[in-house]
């Protein structure tokens, strides 16, 4: 069984992310650390305080950075680059990303300590390496790994999801969490422990279709309820907003790294590379840069350049059922 670390800017996928570890037999899901990314970091912890009530899993809750490590120094780092995130259904109602989750509001309260010393501390004293799994912008990690570089002996693996190859959604050639702090994704990308991006061309291309709402909803479970709201919405999002190349699916971004945790096959074309992140301003923000020379750097992150659908689907499917069968027993 994994010890795992997560790294939540809890919307929607993040969620489903937490809701996926939280369930496995797989994982022990030690601590949640949030970040700000989806909306802002008040907000995105009390979204991870309400879907740990939701699971009945007692977590500690630790909230992390409001913001980038440095690029919010920048005078042009507001400029609006992302893709629309708003848009009108058929009944004139307005909907986007990452809104408020209907759901109750949390009775717990995160923990005092910060997000960052908590790394330091955890992974300076634990017995065994764990495996940390970031799933927004890398910020709570970045300062951490520059407080202490040695933490990294106690990391055995570093799930990211962010970052794109041939595919992008914020600028035309970046993807939201790298963009948001790449300072930050550099110094994971450099830490000298395995790092493993799972960007949106693997994402994109495991994305669930509208099928799994039904098999969701059929649990009749608080859990499966949920998944089934949120997957709804997020394909009515994805064919007004961003069509993917076919209709009715959703990637959930966020919980295909939790996945690959489960059954790593979900990944498909996993690459050894190496990878620089771009640190410009503009368009080319957060881009990846894979050198792909002959005579390329030494290798330093793993790339997942595709993704398996039907196996992260039945990923999502099993826990969701477990969860079915311990709410009967």
């Not at 939790?258 to 059954?263: F, G, N, T």
Request: proline share 5%; hydrophobic share 40%.
């Amino acid at each position: 069984m994994r010890k795992v670390l997560l790294d939540v800017d809890t919307g929607t996928d993040d969620a489903t992310a937490i809701i996926t570890a939280a369930l496995s037999p797989d994982i022990q899901l030690e601590a949640i650390c949030t970040v700000w990314g989806n909306r802002e970091v008040d907000i995105t912890t009390r979204h991870t305080l309400m879907v740990t009530e939701l699971v009945g899993k007692k977590v500690p809750v630790y909230k992390g950075c409001s913001g980038p490590m440095v690029r919010d120094l920048l005078p042009q780092w507001k400029q609006e680059y992302e893709f629309p995130k708003t848009g009108i259904d058929e009944n004139g109602q307005e909907f986007g990303y990452h809104d408020d989750f209907h759901l109750p509001e949390p009775k717990v309260k995160a923990e005092d300590q910060h997000a960052v010393s908590f790394y330091v501390d955890y992974l300076r004293h634990v017995k065994e390496p764990v495996t940390l799994v970031a799933v927004g912008p890398l910020t709570n990690l970045g300062h951490a790994l520059k407080l202490d570089p040695s933490i990294t002996k106690n990391i055995e693996e570093i799930v990211v999801m962010g970052g794109g190859i041939a595919e992008y959604n914020i600028t035309t050639c970046s993807e939201a969490n790298i963009w948001h702090d790449p300072e930050a994704a550099q110094i994971v990308t450099r830490c000298g422990a395995k790092v493993v991006y799972v960007p949106l061309d693997a994402t994109h291309r495991a994305a669930l279709p509208k099928e799994y709402i039904a098999k969701c909803e059929d649990l009749h479970t608080p859990v499966g309820d949920f998944f089934a709201e949120m997957l709804r919405e997020r394909i009515k999002v994805y064919n007004a907003l961003q069509p993917l190349w076919r209709k009715d699916i959703a990637p959930i971004h966020d919980a295909l790294c939790v996945a690959y945790l489960i059954d790593p096959k979900v990944l498909v074309d996993l690459r050894h590379v190496h990878l620089d992140v771009s640190m410009d301003t503009g368009a080319s923000q957060g881009m990846f840069l894979i050198d792909t020379r002959h005579f390329h750097a030494p290798e330093n992150c793993y790339i997942a350049y595709s993704g398996d659908e039907k196996r992260f689907g039945k990923v999502i499917m099993d826990v969701l059922k477990l969860d079915a069968d311990h709410r009967k027993s």
